[in-house]
């Protein structure tokens, strides 16, 4: 049996003498903050166990997944973009809401080495806007004075973190509400749209982004579920982007640069910045804009899921305008609290552990900073 550690590209170090958990995606090493938030609760429980990145590629995720059933020392994982979707195929079960929303984000293995998948994206996200956490600064909820029952809701993005986070405030804002999806592909948005007002008889109208303006101007509150303005290199064909500098509220296309021979990562950040320059001036005007001819009286709430930076473009547009706003970090606890339950629930009661723990972890993950 070969280890999964032959299937991942980053240094995990040695995992002797504990039990295991991670998280797989392209880079999560240098992206996730999903460590910072675990480990520490393991600590908090005296367990020996810890909670790791899996660095891997498409072509060695088939092989990983198999590596992972096979450890017994594996109680489960979380999967990151680009995989959400992807990784279905490999399940022995799938929790219906996450077969609905084609996309996965928590994987459990059982005793008998099955592995079984969910999501806790969307009610982590819901949970960010009612409860109060260290992502947003203040003591009352976000949307403390603003119910989601028919409201009319603009959702950027059509990946796995849109449809979960979507699918969730559909169920919400219920059949007087109404959800606007915008893609750079139409095509994208509107295979979210169709599935929503099939299960949930709300209202969703896809939109391609060159007409968010409209759509803007009509809703009560605005969600970034898109990867734009998030930190950290991204790959396409051994070329590298990055969209740290970009508002999502305004279409950009991203040029892609190789990296030179032996350079690291912050120099290879600043030549890209250089490289788009002027797409970046030119996102960042047409995203003003958009704010600017919004009626003066009109207030929005603007949630991003994206948590590095805890600032985004958009956010500090939003902020600058008068505009509520609401980083990832609190979904990304929530959606954290609820992932460590599903796979550790398990293990915990075997070994006696009461239902407080789960209220210690829940504290410990809203302390990290």
Same mark, same amino acid.
Request: net charge neutral; glycine share 6%.
């Given at each position: 049996?070969?280890?999964?550690?032959?299937?991942?590209?980053?240094?995990?170090?040695?995992?002797?003498?504990?039990?295991?958990?991670?998280?797989?995606?392209? +880079?999560?090493?240098?992206t996730?903050?999903?460590?910072?938030?675990?480990?520490?609760?393991?600590e908090?429980?005296?367990?020996?166990?810890?909670?790791?990145?899996?660095?891997?590629?498409?072509?060695?995720?088939?092989?990983?997944?198999?590596?992972?059933?096979?450890?017994?020392?594996? $109680?489960?994982?979380?999967?990151?973009?680009?995989?959400?979707?992807?990784?279905?195929?490999?399940?022995?079960?799938?929790? @219906?809401?996450?077969?609905?929303?084609?996309?996965?984000?928590?994987?459990?293995?059982?005793?008998?080495g099955? +592995?079984?998948?969910?999501?806790?994206?969307g009610?982590?996200?819901?949970?960010?806007?009612?409860?109060?956490?260290?992502?947003?600064?203040?003591?009352?909820?976000?949307?403390?004075?603003?119910?989601?029952?028919?409201?009319?809701?603009?959702? +950027?993005?059509?990946g796995?973190?849109?449809?979960?986070?979507?699918?969730?405030?559909?169920?919400?804002?219920?059949?007087?509400?109404?959800?606007y999806?915008?893609?750079r592909? $139409?095509?994208?948005?509107?295979?979210?749209?169709?599935?929503?007002?099939?299960?949930?008889?709300?209202?969703?109208?896809?939109?391609?982004?060159?007409?968010?303006?409209?759509?803007?101007?009509?809703?009560d509150?605005?969600?970034?579920?898109?990867?734009?303005?998030?930190?950290?290199?991204?790959?396409?064909?051994?070329?590298?982007?990055? $969209?740290?500098?970009?508002?999502?509220?305004?279409?950009?296309?991203?040029?892609?640069?190789?990296?030179?021979?032996?350079?690291?990562?912050t120099?290879?950040?600043?030549?890209?910045?250089?490289?788009?320059?002027? @797409?970046?001036?030119?996102?960042?005007?047409d995203?003003?804009?958009?704010? +600017?001819?919004?009626?003066?009286?009109?207030?929005?709430?603007?949630?991003?899921?994206?948590h590095?930076?805890?600032?985004?473009? $958009?956010?500090a547009?939003?902020?600058?305008?008068?505009?509520?706003?609401?980083?990832?970090?609190?979904?990304?606890?929530m959606?954290?609290?609820?992932?460590?339950?599903?796979?550790?629930?398990?293990?915990?009661?075997?070994?006696?552990?009461?239902?407080?723990?789960?209220?210690?972890?829940k504290?410990?993950?809203?302390?990290?900073k």
């Open positions: 049996m070969k280890s999964f550690q032959e299937f991942i590209s980053n240094d995990i170090g040695t995992v002797e003498g504990k039990l295991i958990t991670g998280i797989i995606g392209e +880079i999560p090493s240098k996730a903050r999903s460590p910072k938030l675990w480990n520490p609760a393991f908090r429980l005296k367990l020996e166990a810890v909670f790791l990145p899996f660095d891997v590629s498409k072509n060695n995720l088939e092989s990983l997944i198999n590596a992972l059933k096979q450890d017994e020392r594996v $109680l489960g994982f979380s999967v990151t973009n680009p995989y959400k979707s992807e990784i279905i195929k490999y399940l022995d079960e799938i929790d @219906e809401i996450a077969r609905q929303i084609d996309a996965v984000n928590t994987v459990v293995r059982s005793k008998d099955k +592995i079984k998948g969910y999501n806790t994206d009610k982590g996200f819901i949970d960010s806007l009612l409860i109060p956490h260290p992502g947003y600064d203040k003591e009352e909820p976000f949307l403390y004075s603003l119910r989601l029952e028919g409201k009319k809701i603009l959702v +950027i993005g059509a796995g973190a849109s449809k979960s986070v979507s699918f969730y405030l559909a169920k919400e804002i219920g059949k007087d509400g109404r959800i999806i915008a893609n592909t $139409l095509e994208n948005a509107r295979s979210i749209t169709s599935k929503i007002e099939s299960f949930y008889k709300c209202a969703a109208t896809p939109i391609d982004e060159i007409d968010i303006a409209f759509c803007l101007s009509n809703a509150i605005l969600v970034n579920a898109s990867i734009k303005g998030s930190d950290g290199l991204k790959q396409v064909d051994g070329r590298y982007f990055c $969209l740290r500098n970009f508002s999502s509220l305004a279409p950009a296309t991203p040029i892609a640069i190789p990296r030179l021979e032996d350079e690291d990562d120099n290879l950040l600043d030549r890209i910045d250089i490289a788009n320059r002027r @797409e970046i001036q030119k996102n960042k005007y995203s003003t804009r958009l704010f +600017i001819n919004l009626p003066k009286d009109k207030k929005l709430h603007i949630a991003d899921i994206i590095t930076p805890a600032e985004t473009i $958009l956010l547009q939003a902020g600058h305008f008068g505009h509520s706003t609401m980083n990832g970090i609190g979904m990304n606890i959606q954290a609290v609820d992932s460590f339950y599903k796979i550790m629930n398990s293990y915990l009661y075997d070994k006696g552990y009461s239902n407080e723990a789960y209220n210690m972890v504290d410990t993950m809203f302390s990290v």
